[in-house]
């Protein structure tokens, strides 16, 4: 079975930092680009970091520039992000999602999980 497999979410306070980590179940993650998303409660799903199936090439949202990284370890099947100096305006449920065109074009998505920055 074909699955993403997201985990590392969880309680930080601001100015803190968490890992997420996306798994591929099922299926090689080395012929996609990888993204990751987030939906915060009554908003939109936004475009957050994109990485090439080749890692070669990155993208960030504006509003994340500077604090968070995507990389990926094609060994070991998963993408992550690096989410440093965590602002309150980053809490939302984050999901990653395997994708071509660097992430113009999605196809498999993980189940999501919710990272919540708080004092």
């Known amino acids: 079975q074909v699955q993403l497999v997201e985990s590392g979410g969880g309680l930080v306070q601001p100015g803190g930092s968490l890992r997420l980590s996306c798994a591929g179940s099922?299926?090689?993650?080395?012929?996609?680009?990888i993204g990751w998303f987030r939906q915060a409660p009554g908003k939109e799903r936004e475009g957050v970091s994109c990485?090439?199936?080749?890692?070669?090439?990155?993208s960030y949202a504006d509003s994340v520039k500077g604090r968070f990284t995507i990389s990926r370890d094609n060994a070991k099947n998963t993408v992550y992000l690096q989410m440093n100096n965590l602002k309150p305006e980053d809490t939302a449920v984050y999901y990653c999602a395997t994708a071509f065109g660097l992430c113009v074009t999605t196809t498999h998505w993980g189940q999501g999980t919710q990272v919540t920055v708080s004092s």
């Open positions: 990485i090439s199936s080749s890692g070669g090439s990155t």
């Open positions: 099922g299926f090689s993650l080395d012929y996609y680009d």
